[in-house]
Every structure is written in structure tokens, then in C-alpha cells.
């Protein structure tokens, strides 16, 4: 009756076990770290698109603005003053 073996053989079957665990742990990372790849590529092209289309409504905005007080001088004039005297009063009443 030698238990000998029988611990040697447990040890061998333990370690490729460990071994097999080890491989997958290894293959569920990596299938991780690509899916985190693709969301981070995704996500960057998002952005891109995103600051793109704001920046080109920014230069609409601001050409249409333009083109209206060029066009307007006089009532751009009378708009901005309302705002300014609106913006004082805000201001005042919070103080």
C-alpha cells in the first residue's frame, strides 16, 4: 500500500489543472483587453466626430453672427445694450 504514487499523481493532475485554469484566466484577459481596445477606438472616433460637427456649428454660428451685425450695425447695437443693462440688473440684485 504505497501512497507514494498516488500523492505524485494528485501533484500532476493538481498542477495541469493549474496549469489549464492558468491558460484560460490568460485567454479571458486577452479577449478583454481587445474588447477594451475596440470601445477606446470607438469611443475616440465618437469624440472626434462630435468636437468636429460642434466646431463646424460654432464657425456657422459665428459667420452668421457676423453677417447679421455687418448687415444690422444699429439694431446689434440696441441688442447688445438691452443685454448689458439686463446683465446689470441681474448682477445688482444679487448683491
Do not use: C, F
Request: no cysteine; proline share 2%.
Amino acid at each position: 500500500m504505497n501512497k507514494q504514487p498516488d500523492i505524485a499523481e494528485t501533484a500532476g493532475n493538481g498542477h495541469g489543472k493549474v496549469a489549464q485554469a492558468a491558460a484560460g484566466v490568460g485567454e479571458d484577459l486577452e479577449r478583454a483587453s481587445e474588447n477594451l481596445a475596440e470601445r477606446v477606438a470607438a469611443a475616440k472616433k465618437t469624440l472626434t466626430e462630435t468636437s468636429t460637427a460642434i466646431a463646424a456649428r460654432a464657425r456657422q454660428s459665428a459667420r452668421a453672427t457676423n453677417d447679421y451685425v455687418h448687415g444690422h450695425p444699429w439694431q446689434a447695437l440696441g441688442i447688445a445694450a438691452v443685454l448689458g443693462l439686463l446683465v446689470g440688473i441681474a448682477v445688482k440684485r444679487r448683491d
